[in-house]
């Protein structure tokens, strides 16, 4: 079964800085990983998938990268509408036997 | 515009029974596998169930296996879930989702209804 871990479980970023955020597979998934974003009280929203192709209407500010088990989002310059949890999702071996999804980072202001 | 509708939450009793659904608008329902997602309350998204698009395959997460059947109805773009021999840790929001691709299962989901609560409580 293959294991879902994001770093960190929380990150505290400054508004106009970077945001760099980790989810690691515990064996390959080569590309297929998603991201989502979810705000408080609302559904996740599809970000990235195919490990770094930008979702329909998602600003250009977001972008995946790696493949294999090491995988980041990177936010290159926050904006006070990005501050929420992020969940990265394998999608490469379905059905999954243990949970697809990571366990989330909450992306927090400094 | 797509958009998703679940209905059909609400307290239920262990053991208690409760059907949700999700009502799809402004896509071609019948050509895209669709899923169930849940959430606990304070804890991240737990992947349930899918179904293809024309409701002969199935699958579950393990937890539910057993307990849960999901199905669709085409002809009223209409999603189901059947959950039985509910549990206390069957609480959560549950969110239907829809496949990126038609056809075929990606298993991921590019839009989200705006979810249901189930409670599992005496």
């Known amino acids: 079964e293959i294991v879902m871990t994001q770093s960190p479980a929380t990150l505290s970023v400054s508004p106009g800085e970077r945001a760099t955020l980790s989810c690691r597979a515990s064996?390959?998934?080569?590309?297929?990983l998603a991201w989502y974003q979810q705000k408080p009280g609302q559904a996740p929203r599809l970000l990235i998938y195919?490990?770094?192709t930008r979702a329909t209407g998602i600003p250009a500010r977001f972008s995946g990268s790696g493949s294999g088990t090491e995988f980041t989002l990177t936010i290159s310059s926050l904006q006070s509408e990005d501050f929420a949890v992020y969940y990265c999702?394998?999608?490469?071996?379905?059905?999954?036997?243990?949970?697809?999804f990571g366990q989330g980072t909450k992306l927090e202001i400094k | 515009e797509v958009q998703l509708v679940e209905s059909g939450g609400g307290l239920v009793q262990p053991g208690g029974s409760l059907r949700l659904s999700c009502a799809a608008s402004?896509?071609?329902?019948?050509?895209?596998?669709m899923h169930w997602v849940r959430q606990a309350p304070g804890k991240g998204l737990v992947w349930v169930s899918r179904?293809?698009?024309?409701?002969?395959?199935?699958s579950y997460a393990d937890s539910v296996k057993g307990r849960f059947t999901i199905s669709r109805d085409n002809a009223k773009n209409t999603l189901y879930l059947q959950m039985n021999s509910l549990r206390a840790e069957d609480t959560a929001v549950y969110y239907c989702?829809?496949?990126?691709?038609?056809?075929?299962?990606?298993?991921?989901?590019?839009?989200w209804g705006q979810g249901t609560l189930v409670t599992v409580s005496s």
């Open positions: 179904i293809n698009s024309d409701g002969s395959s199935t």
């Open positions: 999702q394998q999608y490469n071996n379905w059905p999954p036997a243990a949970d697809t």
């Open positions: 195919g490990a770094s």
């Open positions: 402004g896509f071609t329902f019948s050509s895209y596998w």
């Open positions: 064996q390959s998934v080569s590309s297929n």
């Open positions: 989702a829809r496949d990126l691709e038609r056809w075929q299962p990606l298993n991921f989901f590019d839009y």
